[in-house]
Structure formats: structure tokens, C-alpha cells
């Protein structure tokens, strides 16, 4: 899997009249890293990397970017593949587990997700509680919670077995509680999951169906789903699965440390990006000048960003980016929708990546530029764009919290430099 190549490959650093060797590492794609964890022991030093721009912080073979390339891989297969053949329970079962499930696997997998779809009636009375406008990100991080409540902990001794039935629970009840959510937003009575549908149909009819208009469930709408969730179900080391990871790492309940993901999902930068695409698009809309906004978010006076452009890894387009524009144009034609907001995508588009400020700063469309006009044109309300997201990036969650485990992690504790006052200092 990893190969440490100290003998041939070090770096030399020379400090404080020392010179100590920095052993390279190299990942099976070929990726370089320096490993400090001696640096302080030995010198007295540590590293400063604010926002772990440039910090691996594990080892990990469950997903591969490339981010000059553009290249996505779940445990070695690429994205592109994975969704043109494969359903999102599947490749959560690949996440966690590392290989596709046969037939045997995936049956039991599935299974499982259908005895674990009901949350438990007790817990249906909170929804009840939450005040009408509250955002369902934090109506899901508060429910997932409450999950630990109601069903131990992980037993770390006997993990398999409970890691398996914790997956299902989890995968198969957030969904249940997103579309629960939504129901109680609109003063509808719940729909329950039902055994004979797949996962995304099954999502799909419980958001729409209602006893005064029942739901047809139409095949592309699952399609494109199952794609969405597919293409948002890893991104290796994001901020909502550092904080798995770290939150994890104190051995917190696994219940509890997938509410802290979904609450660092939920902010603008990251998940939320979905959201605010659309509420950008629609003010150029009303506003009418693609250029104009273009200008206001190059200016550095000016907080404001881009919604969907730009990428920490990807400095080229997100392949993710690629396959859903082409889905969402196919979608659309097909279903005959016709949105505005697509045409005012596909101008803000084209004047940033002819722009000298986005092309100098390599930020091109993002996952999320295109996301938000198919939820739309699923019927999904805006609010919900980022539990979707949530939805998709459980099994990433719980295949990373896996691993770290697995790796009998330490708890992670980073340095600082101190910058404050010295004692007596006024
Ligand atoms: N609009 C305008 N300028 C931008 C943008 C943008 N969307 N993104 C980056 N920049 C500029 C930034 O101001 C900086 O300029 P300068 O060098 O002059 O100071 C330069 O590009 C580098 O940006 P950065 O802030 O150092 O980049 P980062 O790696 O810290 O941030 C990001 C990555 C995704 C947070 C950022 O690009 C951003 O805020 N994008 C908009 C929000 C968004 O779409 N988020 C979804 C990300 S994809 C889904 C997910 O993984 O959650």
C-alpha cells in the first residue's frame, strides 16, 4: 500500500547548529510527504501550517484526487465509472468496506438498510419541537445526536459486526429523518420507507408522496439522484471529514462525531456552497448583470465570493463539475424543464473562466455549481440542498472514522505559536 522511502529519499533540515533527516514517504500514486513527527523531539521546533493547507494529516486508502488532473477515484475506481454503473448504496458499501459488494454482500447490505430505515417512533415526537424556520442541518445534526441516546456506541472490541449495523442504521435512517424534516416543514404528515423501493426512489417518495396526491416515481429522477449521491459520497480529507476524523480520534460516539461533520457541512464555505449557488444565481437574475457580479466578488473590499467556483485541491475543473453540468442539461431536456437560472449559470460560467482574475487563481466551477439547479428541478427546496449533500457523504464519513480507528489513532492534538501576553505583560 505505502512505501517509505528513507534509505533512498530524505530531506535535510539544518537548524539551531543541528541537521536532522526528514524521511520521505511516498503514496502508492506517487504523492511525496516529509514526516515531522520527530521534528520537535529533535530540535525543539515545530511545524506551522495554519488551515493545514499543505499538512497530510493520515494515511488513507479510501479516496484519490489529483487536483492538477482532475482525477476522483473511490478505492482505486473513478468517479466517471462508478457512475454510470453503480447505485449509491453500493459505493457506500465500497467506501466503508473497501471493495463492491457481490451479490450476496449486497443483499445482505440491503437488507439491512431496510430493517434499519424506521427511526424510532419516540424520536418523531422531537421534530415537533423545533421551531418552524429552523434550517434542517441543524435539525438533522441535533436528531443524529440524539440517535446516541438511543442506541450504544460502537463497541470497539467487536467492531465489525457493529460498525456494519451502525452504517445501515445510519445511512438508512438520516435518510428517513431528512425527509421527515421536510414533511414537518410543510405541515405534511410523514411517509414512511417502504421495502420494495430502492434507496433514492425510496427518498424521492417520501419527500412527495402525500395522501391527497400520491407520488409516481419516475426513473430519471432516481437516476440523476443516485448520480448526485454517488459524486458526493467522498472527498478524502474535507473539513467535515477532518472533523470526523479528529472528533473521532477521542473516541466520541459515533453517532456524536457524524453530527459534528454534518454542523461543519453545513457552513458556506463547504456543504452550504449548494444553497448560496442558488441564491446568486437568482439575485444576477433579478439583477440582471453577470459582469457587474463578477466584478464585486474580484474585489478584495468586498467579502462576497463566487458561489461554486474554486477548490482547495482542484485547480483545474472538478470532475464532479463536468459529469453533473452534462447530467443537469440531459435532465432538464428530458423532463422538459425549462430554468432560468441554468442559462444565468452558464453566463457566469463563461465570464469567469475567461476572466484573467479566475484564470490566474485557477478557480473553476465546483460540485456545487451545478448541484443546486438539479435538486431544484427534483423539487427539493433550497433548505435542503445541504442535508442532500449530507445524505451523500455518509458513507465517506463513517468509511474515514473506520479507518482512523482501525489505525489505533492518537488522539489528535496540534501545536500553536503562541502570540499572547508574557506573564506580567499589561
Ligand atoms: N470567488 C472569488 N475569489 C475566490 C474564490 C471565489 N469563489 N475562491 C477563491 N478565491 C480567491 C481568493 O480570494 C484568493 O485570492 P488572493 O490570492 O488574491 O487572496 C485566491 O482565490 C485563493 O483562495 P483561497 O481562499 O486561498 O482558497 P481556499 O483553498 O482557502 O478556498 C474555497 C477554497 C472552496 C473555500 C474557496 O474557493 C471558496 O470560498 N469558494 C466558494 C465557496 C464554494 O463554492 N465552496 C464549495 C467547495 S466544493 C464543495 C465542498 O467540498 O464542500
Known amino acids: 500500500m505505502m512505501e517509505m522511502n528513507s534509505e533512498s529519499e530524505f530531506a535535510v533540515l539544518k537548524v539551531g547548529g543541528k541537521e536532522i533527516k526528514l524521511p520521505v514517504v511516498v503514496g502508492t500514486e506517487g504523492e511525496k510527504a516529509f514526516d515531522i513527527a520527530q521534528l520537535r523531539k529533535e530540535t525543539g521546533y515545530v511545524s506551522l501550517d495554519q488551515s493545514l493547507t499543505n499538512t497530510a494529516v493520515c494515511y488513507s486508502s479510501i479516496t484519490f484526487i489529483d487536483g492538477e488532473k482532475g482525477i476522483l477515484r473511490y478505492r482505486g475506481i473513478p468517479i466517471e465509472e462508478l457512475v454510470k454503473t453503480e447505485a449509491f ?5 465500497l467506501l466503508v468496506h473497501g471493495t463492491l459488494p457481490d451479490e450476496e454482500q449486497g443483499r445482505l447490505f440491503s437488507r439491512l438498510l431496510n430493517k434499519n430505515s424506521l427511526l424510532h417512533e419516540d424520536m418523531r415526537h422531537f421534530f415537533d419541537h423545533f421551531p418552524r424556520g429552523a ?3 441543524h ?20 467492531m465489525d459486526e457493529d460498525i456494519e449495523l451502525s452504517t445501515a442504521r445510519l445511512i438508512s435512517m438520516v435518510r428517513t429523518m431528512a425527509a421527515m424534516a421536510y414533511k414537518k416543514s410543510i405541515g405534511e404528515p410523514v411517509v414512511y420507507p417502504r421495502h420494495d423501493l430502492s434507496y433514492c426512489a425510496n427518498f424521492l417518495n417520501m419527500m412527495f408522496d402525500s395522501p391527497v396526491a400520491p407520488y409516481t416515481i419516475c426513473p430519471e429522477a432516481v437516476r440523476i439522484l443516485n448520480i448526485l449521491l454517488i459524486l458526493h459520497a467522498d472527498h478524502e480529507q ?3 471529514t477532518t472533523t470526523v476524523r479528529t472528533i473521532g480520534s477521542a473516541q466520541v460516539n459515533l453517532y456524536a462525531t457524524i453530527s459534528a461533520g454534518i454542523s461543519a457541512l453545513s457552513g458556506p464555505l ?14 444576477i437574475q433579478e439583477n440582471g448583470d453577470v459582469k457587474k457580479y463578477v466584478d464585486q466578488v474580484k474585489d478584495k473590499k468586498n467579502t462576497q465570493r463566487l458561489m461554486g467556483f474554486g477548490h482547495r485541491v482542484y485547480k483545474t475543473f472538478d470532475p464532479r463539475a463536468k459529469i453533473i453540468k452534462k447530467e443537469c442539461h440531459d435532465f432538464l431536456r428530458k423532463m422538459n424543464i425549462s430554468d432560468p437560472l441554468l442559462d444565468v449559470a452558464l453566463e457566469v ?14 478557480l473553476y466551477p465546483n460540485v456545487d455549481f451545478y448541484s443546486g439547479i438539479v435538486y431544484r428541478a427534483l423539487g427539493i427546496p433550497e433548505n ?7 445524505l451523500a457523504r455518509l458513507p465517506g464519513w463513517i468509511a474515514h472514522w473506520k479507518e482512523m480507528i482501525g489505525a489505533n489513532t492518537k488522539i489528535v492534538r496540534p501545536r500553536q505559536v503562541y502570540i499572547g501576553k508574557r506573564l506580567g505583560e499589561k
Open 89 to 93: 448504496v453500493k459505493v457506500a458499501y
Open 135 to 137: 434550517h434542517p442541518m
Open 139 to 158: 435539525i438533522l445534526s441535533t436528531m443524529i445526536n440524539a440517535l446516541a441516546a438511543f442506541y450504544p456506541n460502537v463497541d470497539l472490541l467487536s
Open 238 to 240: 474535507n473539513c467535515s
Open 270 to 283: 463547504h456543504g452550504g456552497a449548494n444553497q448560496e449557488v442558488v441564491e446568486m444565481l437568482r439575485h
Open 349 to 362: 460560467e463563461d465570464v469567469a473562466l475567461h476572466d484573467d482574475y479566475f484564470i490566474s487563481r485557477h
Open 384 to 390: 435542503m440542498f445541504t442535508v442532500m449533500f449530507a
